[in-house]
């Protein structure tokens, strides 16, 4: 069982930037490919990011690559999300999550986190 506890978010105006993290327990944490989804209200949850291991440069959706960098350190056993240039459609609710059958559909991943709200304003 592996356990997602995440923190960050909250409320930035465009422009800004916010850095969310997500710290594991349980399992092994290198042995997950570990990655971010958000969900906008109304909207189906959606990838944002992911990273393989600590040296890979990570896998992002068209809407954030440029902006959004992900990054882990296997000895914290934390995932981290720093999102910068922040736009107002970046705005929802952002989980992190873990999976050993890397996919950008999130049916593919196991384990979630709680959630965080990033707010955008314009």
């Known amino acids: 069982q592996v356990q997602l506890v995440q923190s960050g978010g909250g409320l930035v105006q465009a422009g800004g930037s916010l850095r969310l993290s997500c710290a594991t327990s349980?399992?092994?944490?290198?042995?997950?490919?570990m990655g971010w989804f958000r969900q906008a209200p109304g909207k189906e949850r959606e990838f944002v990011a992911s990273?393989?291991?600590?040296?890979?440069?990570?896998d992002y959706a068209d809407s954030v690559k440029g902006r959004f960098t992900v990054s882990r350190v296997n000895v914290e056993n934390t995932v981290y999300l720093q999102m910068n240039s922040l736009k107002p459609e970046d705005t929802g609710i952002y989980f992190c999550?873990?999976?050993?059958?890397?996919?950008?559909?999130?049916?593919?991943?196991?384990?979630w986190g709680q959630g965080t709200q990033v707010t955008v304003s314009s």
């Open positions: 999550a873990a999976t050993t059958r890397y996919s950008r559909l999130s049916g593919f991943w196991d384990y």
């Open positions: 349980g399992r092994v944490f290198s042995t997950y490919v």
């Open positions: 990273v393989l291991g600590p040296d890979d440069g990570g």
